[in-house]
């Protein structure tokens, strides 16, 4: 899985089991048929398909465990080549011509998951035909053309920072890099019997900053967003007949059925036995 620094590429690969861990480039990895989990230095990461996440350059692992193969597609982005794009959309064109070779300052992307977008989508699609065509400038020009959407996006991100309260630019910068933490721990963990303490623990805040903040940026408490995601994911296991409500409750971290029911009641309107019933008469 190691190669140079000094050159962009891609990898493709299908498994059911993997795991590995070292240090890697600037890269963005996406998944179809399953999801992977990762862990870097800024913290824990589910990628499902659909999304895709962003790694910043360093140490990382990389753990598969499903029933069925794991189809990856990940681009790498060799060291300073994020940079000398960010240089050509930031500074003047007088700049430009004026020292064209000169070394802007480092990036730090936002380690997170993103939705693919429509246009993500299209830039994937056409960077999967560079495994077939032998290394050219065209070759070279998609992966310019893909890092300036990802520099766009990050643009972007960096102006939602702005609803953030605080006065220092660089310090609502940091708190949004702690709460997406907390967020995409949530997202990769919201399973296990997650705590406030864990989670704050993760994002490096307190517990009261962190539920005053993560509702001020996502609308909801760290606690709604879990009971959120476990409901989405109870509905789907309830399709399963194989599955008891029981199985169903301790797969997504409740203690008991009790615990499991009433949450399910208070978000959806009724018992997951009765909503299973309603999905198989329907399906039926």
């Not at 936002?110 to 699609?125: D, G």
């Not at 949530?186 to 997650?194: K, V």
């Not at 490096?204 to 903040?213: E, P, V, W």
């Amino acid at each position: 899985m190691k190669q140079p620094n000094s050159s962009n590429y891609i990898l493709q690969a299908k498994s059911d089991k993997f795991h590995w861990e070292g240090v890697g480039q600037l890269s963005i990895k996406t998944f179809m048929n399953g999801k992977a989990f990762y862990k870097t230095s800024r913290g824990y990461f589910c990628v499902e398909e659909g999304r895709y996440l962003l790694v910043n350059d360093g140490p990382y692992t990389i753990t598969i465990e499903e029933d069925q193969q794991v189809e990856s597609f990940c681009i790498f982005f060799k060291k300073g080549f994020a940079e000398d794009t960010y240089r050509t959309l930031n500074d003047s064109p007088n700049q430009l011509i004026t020292d064209p070779f000169k070394r802007s300052r480092p990036i730090e992307f936002f380690e997170r998951t993103y939705e693919i977008t429509p246009s993500i989508a299209r830039q994937i699609q056409m960077s999967q035909r560079l495994e077939i065509y032998p290394k050219d400038n065209w070759c070279e020009e998609q992966y310019h053309i893909f890092m300036e959407n990802l520099l766009t996006s990050h643009f972007q991100h960096l102006k939602r920072t702005e609803s953030i309260h605080a006065v220092k630019h660089s310090t609502r910068e940091e708190i949004y890099r702690r709460i997406t933490i907390a967020h995409e721990y949530i997202r990769a963990c919201y399973h296990n019997a997650l705590t406030l303490e864990d989670i704050s623990m993760v994002a490096c805040l307190s517990q009261n900053h962190l539920i005053r903040t993560y509702s001020q940026y996502y609308g909801k408490t760290p606690h709604r967003h879990i009971s959120e995601l476990r409901i989405e994911k109870a509905k789907k296991l309830l399709k399963d007949r194989n599955l008891s409500v029981t199985d169903i409750t301790f797969e997504l971290g409740y203690q008991n059925p009790v615990s499991f029911s009433k949450m399910f009641k208070q978000f959806v309107g009724c018992s997951p036995t009765f909503y299973r019933k309603k999905v198989i008469l329907e399906k039926n």
